[in-house]
């Protein structure tokens, strides 16, 4: 095995072993307690910039498969696991997560102790750093993990959206069909694409709507030519305010179609009407935060991959709907006069608990209430 080392703008360095490429990975360090899913957590777009940690300790037993993608490719910047499993199985497997990682060029370390990271990334918040198996020298690395530029300061939207308009007919995953296809007429729901995972244009369909997927950067144009019933704005990476097409879309069609927003799409939602947004000390990422619905007072286990939230002081004329049972921050809230609805976390899921995939249901129902 050879040797790699992550280290950390705060000086703090991790000796361990490569797997996947070899080379460099540099970004924003953040950590997933997600148990599973290892692999629709690397093709996660709202992980670009990032270097993901996952504190489960063994990763990589069951493989790989052809299914479990939330887009084509690896979006993760670099990897870090405790202990890479050296076998896996699973009868849908097709390669290892070493062979997975080395194909799309991706930068791993194992052997570290990921605790005493965790650890460090909570005390002192989220840290830049950088993977190498290539320069060994601690202070070098640490200098050139303080030189990189904030997440805040790149515009990684770009680098993930779809720059063309496609319509998406993939529905819920079947143990004996596999993914299933459906057609439908209405209501047609335009997805904005910052990064958009698959399952929740996959949930969209599986609850009737038709699915067009539309770039970020001319979607204005677009609504106004295919007349949708609805928009929702996706997930995807980096600082909301920064998506200023987000925004003003947001703002052009508030008052004339109803517009759903998760996770980054949200937050977009929140500065269009007036709201802030800022920075979580290290994020929120896993596959277990409790929120509570406080229409229902039920509370729904939940998955999560954000670092920016909204101040819910700052919003007007809203409802705070959801709100997260760990620290209190802002989940959800609904508009008082305008059909606008939105949520933090990831109804879709995958990986993660399926307490909330109802949302399509409720969003489509609010389609057809507006039709």
Known sequence: MKRAILALEDGTCFVGYSFG???????????????????????????????????YPHIGNYGVNDEDIESSRVQVN?????????????WRAKKSLEEYLKDHGVVGIQGIDTRALVKRIREKGTLRGIISTVDHDFKSLVQRARS?????????VK????????????????????????????????????GVKRNILRRLVSEGAKVVVLPSYNASEIIKKINPDAILLSNGPGDPARVLEGIRLVREFMEEKPIMGICLGHQIIGLALGGKTYKLKFGHHGGNHPVKDLRSGHIEI???NHNFAVDPESLKDVEITHINLLDGTLEGFRHKYLPIYCLQYHPEASPGPHDAKGVFKEFLQLCYARA
Request: proline share 2%; aromatic share 14%.
């Open 78 to 90: 670099g990897f870090v696991v405790k202990e890479l499993s050296n076998f896996y199985s699973s």
């Open 148 to 156: 990189l530029r904030d997440i805040s300061e790149l515009d990684l």
């Open 21 to 55: 490429a070899e080379g460099e990975a540099q970004g924003e360090v953040v950590f997933n307690t997600s148990m599973t899913g290892y692999q629709e957590i690397l093709t996660d777009p709202s992980y670009k910039g990032q270097i993901v940690v996952m504190t």
């Open 159 to 194: 680098e993930v959206a779809t720059h063309e308009v496609y319509y998406w007919k993939e529905g819920d995953w079947d143990l004996y069909r596999g993914y299933i296809t459906k057609e439908s007429d209405k209501p047609l729901v335009a997805v904005v694409d910052f």
């Open 302 to 304: 939940t998955a999560q």
